[in-house]
């Protein structure tokens, strides 16, 4: 049996061999090229001793060469684990022992360092290394594999239930947890977003996130398996971004919050680069209902947004035609999925009562690697735990109130950060907030806020203390304000608030504005 994916890939690679599949910079690839770049490399690995089912770690940047390397891995039943190049030595070989890598697939410079670490398990003979991007010793080279033309070996069948990606994630001690997701969960997570999102064959759709997280993959192999264009960048920039899609006449993509706000100046300055938009979908953190309002006011096209998390991909969608009422909202819950707001006992809330969201989804990950334990926690019979808080109205929209970490618990009572954010950032002069707890004495913790702002000098404390006090009640109101030239976020655009809190739980600081 041939794998899910590529089997999904080689149908269109026989029906419009010359067709467009990538572009990135100014390279393309037919689909032609692309299958015979992928299948070169899946007989140059195969011949170099690795088997189906071994862990690959992958240190690569955004390119072609990791498209080549997703396609040949789905093609002998390997599993990839993806991880970010500017990790430490120390940091890498943690992620890639806690999912039993064997060998590596890396840019040359960061296995350079890998290797004179020395670090196990990964230096042993059974071991294969593969560089890109310049030589290293005893590695072999991911170009020169791409020019020999080595007979494919006989593969077994590859089903569905081969693990196909490991998505890392860390929990609150900060150890890797690896993700298993199957080629069966990819292919599943790429069909719900084409009945989603009505993607077909016509469309060019924007990756513009690191490869290693699970969100980019979805949208390069989105295209590939519906016979469209996957346009691949190397880095964000929001500029870039609107370029690209004028370039490109890019027509889907999904963005993450933080990049939106920061591509929606360069929409006002020139909207007619979106013109070719017909979908545009924000994930990864909720966009603040002033901005996302603004957004639409720009955008002709149609707007989702989405809620979900690594472990279940997309949970809830607001689509632009059934949301302009609920825009403070993350959707209801996305076809075949069921969504159900629990209490710490498991005992499912009725309608506006907060609680943590669990979700039933077609599109759940098959575990943690090795880690029983954790995934036994976090699941209630066929529901996902998914460690958020949330509530559901009495029309089935779904609320994302913050992390259950973050609850901050003043004086016993709950306070959920969502709750004091909406607040703050109705003042015009605040461009970014996020709601944390620091411990005191008395209460045990107070709501403290971070902010940005777009003007110091006309910013007050003062207003932001009536602002709080007119629309929050009086154990939601925050007792610090932290101002900040920016908030610390990770690749995907979501706010560390466990930075925060650890360095202004430590530090002392000034509240005056």
């Known amino acids: 049996m041939a794998s899910p994916i590529f089997s999904a890939f080689q149908k269109w690679v026989e029906l419009t061999p010359h067709k467009t599949a990538l572009s990135f910079n100014d390279l393309s690839f037919t689909y032609e090229m692309l299958s015979d770049s992928a299948q070169k490399l899946a007989a140059g690995m195969t011949d170099a001793g690795i088997k189906p089912g071994d862990h690959i770690g992958v240190v690569l940047p955004n390119c072609p060469e990791f498209i080549f390397l997703m396609l040949a891995a789905a093609q002998i039943g390997l599993a990839i684990v993806p991880h970010n190049s500017s990790m430490s030595a120390a940091a890498l070989a943690s992620a890639f022992a806690a999912s039993d890598v064997k060998h590596l697939v890396g840019w040359h410079s960061v296995l350079a360092d890998l290797k004179n670490a020395t670090i196990s398990p990964f230096n042993s003979k059974e071991s294969v290394w593969i560089s890109l991007g310049g030589s290293v010793d005893d590695c072999m080279n991911f170009s020169s594999m791409l020019t020999r033309?080595?007979?494919?070996?006989k593969q077994p069948d590859i089903t569905g239930d081969q693990p196909y990606i490991f998505s890392l994630t860390s929990g609150s001690t900060g150890e890797p947890k690896p993700i298993v997701l199957l080629q069966s969960t990819k292919m599943a997570r790429a069909h719900a977003a084409q009945t989603l999102y009505s993607i077909t064959s016509n469309d060019v759709t924007l990756a513009a996130t690191p490869l290693y997280h699970s969100l980019a993959e979805r949208l390069v192999l989105l295209p590939l398996i519906t016979g469209g264009t996957?346009?691949?960048m190397a880095t964000f920039s929001a500029k870039d971004w609107l370029a690209t899609v004028g370039r490109h006449n890019v027509s889907f993509s999904i963005a993450v919050s933080s990049q939106l706000k920061q591509i929606l100046p360069e929409i006002r300055n020139q909207p007619n680069l979106a013109n070719s938009l017909r979908c545009l979908v924000s994930s990864s953190a909720l966009l603040d209902s002033r901005l996302k309002a603004e957004l639409l006011s720009y955008l002709a096209c149609d707007f989702h947004e989405?809620?979900?998390t690594s472990e279940i991909a997309i949970a809830s969608n607001l689509s632009r035609k059934n949301g302009e009422s609920k825009l403070a909202s993350v959707g209801n819950a996305a076809p075949g999925v069921v969504?159900?707001?629990?209490?710490?006992?498991?005992?499912?809330?009725?309608?506006?009562?907060?609680g943590e969201i669990a979700?039933?989804?077609?599109m759940r990950f098959a575990g943690y690697y090795k880690?029983?334990?954790l995934t036994r926690a976090a699941m209630l019979g066929d529901y996902f735990k998914t460690g958020d808080i949330g509530k559901i109205d009495k029309d089935g929209f779904l609320y994302f109130l913050g992390r259950k970490k973050d609850i901050i618990i003043t004086?016993?009572?709950n306070v959920y950060p969502q709750d004091v954010e909406n607040v703050i950032m109705q003042h015009p002069l605040i461009c970014e907030c996020a709601a944390i707890a620091l411990p005191d004495e008395q209460l045990g913790e107070i709501v403290a806020v971070a902010i940005v702002t777009n003007d110091r000098e006309k910013l007050n404390i003062r207003d932001l203390q009536r602002l709080s006090a007119k629309q929050l009640a009086d154990y939601q109101q925050p007792r610090r304000y932290i101002l900040l030239d920016e908030l610390p976020k990770n690749r995907m655009g979501k706010v560390m608030k466990r930075e925060l809190t650890e360095k202004y739980t430590s530090e002392k600081y000034d509240t005056q504005l």
């Open 359 to 362: 979700c039933n989804t077609p």
């Open 306 to 308: 989405c809620y979900g």
């Open 230 to 232: 996957a346009v691949l």
């Open 339 to 354: 969504i159900k707001i629990i209490d710490e006992n498991n005992n499912e809330l009725a309608a506006d009562q907060p």
């Open 411 to 413: 004086g016993g009572v």
């Open 149 to 153: 033309n080595l007979p494919m070996q």
């Open 371 to 373: 880690r029983n334990d």
